[in-house]
Nanobody, 124 residues
Framework: EVQLQASGGGLVQAGGSVRLSCTAS????????IGWFRQAPGKEREGVSG????????YYDDSVKGRFTISSDNAKNTVYLQMNSLKPEDTAVYYC?????????????????WGQGTLVTVSS
């Protein structure tokens, strides 16, 4: 059974940091890409960051470049999203997803499996 477990969300003040984790099981981790998406109330889901597990290629949306860093620990089947200099507009439910490494990390339709989401709230 494929499972993606996202964790690490919480309440943080603007300017603070949070690290999200996405732990995968039930599939060959290094054959996939892992993406992070977020959805704020009343808004569409948007791609935030992604990483190809085998080639370590990464993607960042312009809104998070220079503030967020994605990384993977293959031994733990886990991808991390380090989120620094957080802004109130980063408030959203963050989801991780797994799919074939097509390079289109920002496209939710490229992903086959989704985690349950973790809420990040940034207060001003």
């Amino acid at each position: 059974e494929v499972q993606l477990q996202a964790s690490g969300g919480g309440l943080v003040q603007a300017g603070g940091s949070v690290r999200l984790s996405c732990t995968a099981s039930g599939f060959t981790f290094d054959h996939y890409a892992i993406g992070w998406f977020r959805q704020a109330p009343g808004k569409e889901r948007e791609g935030v960051s992604g990483i190809g597990i085998s080639d370590r290629n990464t993607y960042y949306d312009d809104s998070v470049k220079g503030r967020f860093t994605i990384s993977s620990d293959n031994a733990k089947n886990t991808v991390y999203l380090q989120m620094n200099s957080l802004k109130p507009e980063d408030t959203a439910v963050y989801y991780c997803a797994a799919g074939p490494n097509s390079g289109s990390y920002y496209n939710p339709y490229e992903y086959d499996y989704w985690g349950q989401g973790t809420l990040v709230t940034v207060s001003s």
